[in-house]
């Protein structure tokens, strides 16, 4: 059947059309935003496996695996998931592999969604593996498919890297002529090749320094690294979403568009350096491409005018390189939406507990991340996904038994089997005694709700065994396990104490569904409300920082009114947000709160 639909697809589904045309069978990520939606939509294309791994590094090595018996495959991941999966990418470089094997990785330049802002380019650079940057959807889609190629012809993997801007920006994408590898599916035996001892290693070694003199010869006649002449007074080299804001802020002038960014094309490039007046790096976050060139020898400007921190903008680059600003449009000052944890958010329950424990809390990734946030103001640290409990245990080496009992990690479900796992484990063997929290919420909530081990169900929507994280601990060689509903408060108080008093490792899983689930939304809503007659303003609830309770000031006119103490400044309301939690219930020594349609009399 002919395939000569135009799409409108945002970048994250070109990429999954592009992969689906590349003839991809596998394809194996961890979620992270903003890469996420990639497998979600190549998931629905016919005849591809697709799956989420526990983590990055174990995407990339199911992706070895399908490269190594023959079969295309796309790996996916976020900019800081690149760190987890470096360590078999690194090795990657030297194996190469039978079929193609590409890997997405998204950046986040202005840490839209991330706790860093690091800039990937140099993992092509420092991994030897080449690099294509697309400038909008219909090329994700087309660099895709060049990826495999690419990383075929030259036994290479190949990352394709996007940003925020690209993943999510939506554009016309035309569908494209299926592919096929060359490569026969099977099992080959070739030991030089896929065993790194270093004997075999160091032969590598020198195939990727002949691989990468053919890359660059590669990349002068790579069709996507353009030269676009125009004026010559001003010359611009640049990549990925930057060439649009070039285009936009400097129609005139002539542009070096590379769709390659590692390796360079040096030829290309000194050729247009010397054609134009002045030259100029336009490139977002590190000074990638600047740095080379100026190791070429080449004069130019780049991180001297233009910013390395943040996304970039027609408008910046104006203004960087002081020219008239444009008296276009402004936009409108909206009013802050100040993020926070759902109305019936389960966290909001274990937070309000830790937060009364006074103890300092090692946090992690994940929408809980939000408890640091006031009025709980229940999280004391965040460095990346899974260092909660290596954060907490180091504490507790350092401090010995001045930290006993006020240390305490907190992570998620996912988190947890992402890396929070061999964190348990470090703390069991090394003889820790650390209070371990898993917020069991049954998904992976941040990133949109992706299964995970204890999902019970596949990304291809099949049951599977959900593991028993309370058996796992127990395997581990924990003694003191227990499960939790966040939602009583007392309860939940209770075991985090006995917790903390545990004489060795524990850990408290606080069992409650994400209220944003589908069967969740479905659950018929037995919401609360409040009787302002019986609420003397204490505010006590508002503590708990639930969306659904809002503060109503009244005057002192108002107070007498309304039948209030004298000095009650106001009341609490619930809106029809309320998912029936009955947190707040628990807060009110009033009794002022109660179920809708039960009120007290
Ligand atoms: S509803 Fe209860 S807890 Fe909330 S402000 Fe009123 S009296 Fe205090
Ligand atoms: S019961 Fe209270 S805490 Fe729970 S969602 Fe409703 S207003 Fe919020």
Same mark, same amino acid.
């Given at each position: 059947?002919?395939?000569?639909?135009?799409?409108?697809?945002?970048?994250?589904?070109?990429?999954?059309?592009?992969?689906?045309?590349?003839?991809?069978?596998?394809?194996?990520?961890?979620?992270?935003?903003?890469?996420?939606?990639?497998?979600?939509?190549?998931?629905?294309?016919?005849?591809?496996?697709?799956?989420?791994?526990?983590?990055?590094?174990?995407?990339?090595?199911?992706?070895?695996?399908?490269?190594?018996?023959?079969?295309?495959?796309?790996?996916?991941?976020?900019?800081?998931?690149?760190?987890?999966?470096?360590?078999?990418?690194?090795?990657?470089?030297?194996?190469?592999?039978?079929?193609?094997?590409?890997?997405?990785?998204?950046?986040?330049?202005?840490?839209?969604?991330?706790?860093?802002?690091?800039?990937?380019?140099?993992?092509?650079?420092?991994?030897?593996?080449?690099?294509?940057?697309?400038?909008?959807?219909?090329?994700?889609?087309?660099?895709?498919?060049?990826?495999?190629?690419?990383?075929?012809?030259?036994?290479?993997?190949?990352?394709?890297?996007?940003?925020?801007?690209?993943?999510?920006?939506?554009?016309?994408?035309?569908?494209?002529?299926?592919?096929?590898?060359?490569?026969?599916?099977?099992?080959?035996?070739?030991?030089?090749?896929?065993?790194?001892?270093?004997?075999?290693?160091?032969?590598?070694?020198?195939?990727?320094?002949?691989?990468?003199?053919?890359?660059?010869?590669?990349?002068?006649?790579?069709?996507?690294?353009?030269?676009?002449?125009?004026?010559?007074?001003?010359?611009?080299?640049?990549?990925?979403?930057?060439?649009?804001?070039?285009?936009?802020?400097?129609?005139?002038?002539?542009?070096?568009?590379?769709?390659?960014?590692?390796?360079?094309?040096?030829?290309?490039?000194?050729?247009?350096?010397?054609?134009?007046?002045?030259?100029?790096?336009?490139?977002?976050?590190?000074?990638?491409?600047?740095?080379?060139?100026?190791?070429?020898?080449?004069?130019?400007?780049?991180?001297?005018?233009?910013?390395?921190?943040?996304?970039?903008?027609?408008?910046?680059?104006?203004?960087?390189?002081?020219?008239?600003?444009?008296?276009?449009?402004?936009?409108?000052?909206?009013?802050?939406?100040?993020?926070?944890?759902?109305?019936?958010?389960?966290?909001?329950?274990?937070?309000?507990?830790?937060?009364?424990?006074?103890?300092?809390?090692?946090?992690?990734?994940?929408?809980?991340?939000?408890?640091?946030?006031?009025?709980?103001?229940?999280?004391?640290?965040?460095?990346?996904?899974?260092?909660?409990?290596?954060?907490?245990?180091?504490?507790?080496?350092?401090?010995?038994?001045?930290?006993?009992?006020?240390?305490?990690?907190?992570?998620?479900?996912?988190?947890?089997?992402?890396?929070?796992?061999?964190?348990?484990?470090?703390?069991?063997?090394?003889?820790?005694?650390?209070?371990?929290?898993?917020?069991?919420?049954?998904?992976?909530?941040?990133?949109?709700?992706?299964?995970?081990?204890?999902?019970?169900?596949?990304?291809?929507?099949?049951?599977?065994?959900?593991?028993?994280?309370?058996?796992? +601990?127990? !395997? =581990?060689?924990?003694?003191? #396990?227990? %499960?939790?509903?966040?939602?009583? /408060? *007392?309860?939940? $108080?209770?075991?985090?104490?006995?917790?903390?008093?545990?004489?060795?490792?524990?850990?408290?899983?606080?069992?409650?569904?994400?209220?944003?689930?589908?069967?969740?939304?479905?659950?018929?809503?037995?919401?609360?409300?409040?009787?302002?007659?019986?609420?003397?303003?204490?505010?006590?609830?508002?503590?708990?920082? +639930?969306? !659904? =309770?809002?503060?109503?000031? #009244?005057? %002192?006119?108002?107070?007498?009114? /309304? *039948?209030?103490? $004298?000095?009650?400044?106001?009341?609490?309301?619930?809106?029809?947000?309320?998912?029936?939690?009955?947190?707040?219930?628990?807060?009110?020594?009033?009794?002022?709160?109660?179920?809708?349609?039960?009120?007290?009399?």
């Amino acid at each position: 059947m002919a395939r000569n639909n135009e799409l409108w697809l945002s970048g994250n589904e070109a990429i999954a059309l592009g992969a689906f045309e590349a003839g991809v069978k596998v394809a194996s990520g961890y979620p992270g935003t903003p890469s996420t939606e990639i497998l979600e939509n190549l998931s629905k294309y016919e005849g591809v496996y697709t799956e989420w791994a526990p983590n990055e590094k174990v995407g990339i090595e199911v992706a070895i695996g399908s490269s190594f018996a023959g079969v295309r495959v796309l790996s996916t991941m976020k900019h800081v998931g690149m760190n987890v999966a470096a360590d078999p990418l690194f090795t990657a470089s030297y194996t190469g592999g039978r079929a193609g094997l590409v890997i997405i990785n998204a950046d986040d330049p202005e840490m839209h969604s991330s706790q860093n802002e690091q800039d990937n380019r140099n993992y092509a650079f420092a991994a030897k593996v080449p690099m294509l940057e697309p400038s909008d959807p219909a090329e994700a889609k087309e660099f895709v498919k060049l990826a495999f190629d690419i990383s075929e012809e030259f036994d290479v993997p190949v990352i394709v890297r996007t940003t925020t801007r690209i993943a999510h920006v939506k554009g016309l994408v035309a569908e494209g002529e299926m592919l096929k590898s060359g490569v026969e599916p099977g099992i080959e035996k070739m030991p030089a090749k896929f065993v790194m001892l270093p004997g075999n290693a160091r032969n590598r070694r020198k195939v990727i320094a002949e691989r990468q003199q053919k890359l660059e010869t590669f990349a002068e006649t790579f069709a996507y690294n353009k030269i676009e002449m125009a004026d010559v007074k001003i010359g611009i080299i640049t990549s990925g979403i930057s060439y649009l804001y070039v285009k936009e802020a400097f129609p005139e002038a002539s542009v070096l568009k590379l769709g390659m960014v590692y390796p360079f094309p040096k030829l290309m490039i000194s050729d247009f350096a010397s054609k134009v007046d002045e030259l100029f790096i336009v490139e977002e976050l590190d000074p990638f491409i600047e740095t080379h060139v100026k190791a070429m020898g080449i004069k130019c400007t780049g991180k001297e005018i233009v910013p390395a921190i943040g996304e970039l903008n027609s408008f910046i680059l104006k203004k960087a390189f002081q020219k008239e600003s444009p008296a276009l449009f402004s936009p409108e000052e909206l009013p802050l939406r100040p993020p926070n944890m759902c109305a019936g958010c389960p966290h909001r329950g274990l937070f309000y507990s830790l937060k009364k424990l006074k103890v300092f809390v090692s946090g992690d990734i994940g929408c809980y991340t939000l408890g640091f946030l006031p009025p709980l103001s229940a999280m004391d640290s965040c460095v990346c996904m899974g260092a909660s409990i290596g954060i907490a245990h180091g504490m507790e080496k350092a401090l010995g038994l001045e930290a006993k009992g006020k240390v305490v990690a907190v992570l998620g479900d996912s988190t947890f089997f992402h890396s929070g796992l061999t964190g348990l484990v470090n703390v069991v063997y090394n003889k820790g005694c650390s209070t371990v929290v898993i917020l069991d919420n049954r998904i992976t909530g941040m990133t949109g709700h992706q299964h995970n081990p204890a999902s019970g169900q596949t990304l291809m929507g099949e049951p599977t065994h959900s593991i028993d994280i309370k058996n796992l +601990c127990h !395997a =581990l060689g924990v003694k003191h #396990v227990v %499960e939790v509903n966040p939602h009583h /408060l *007392g309860e939940t $108080e209770t075991a985090l104490k006995e917790a903390i008093e545990f004489d060795g490792p524990s850990v408290v899983i606080t069992k409650s569904p994400c209220v944003l689930l589908p069967e969740e939304k479905r659950r018929v809503k037995q919401p609360y409300t409040i009787d302002p007659k019986s609420c003397t303003g204490c505010k006590s609830c508002l503590r708990l920082g +639930c969306p !659904a =309770l809002n503060w109503v000031p #009244v005057t %002192e006119q108002q107070a007498r009114e /309304l *039948g209030f103490k $004298e000095k009650q400044k106001g009341y609490t309301r619930i809106s029809e947000m309320c998912n029936g939690c009955g947190q707040c219930a628990q807060l009110c020594k009033f009794e002022a709160i109660t179920r809708a349609g039960e009120e007290s009399a």
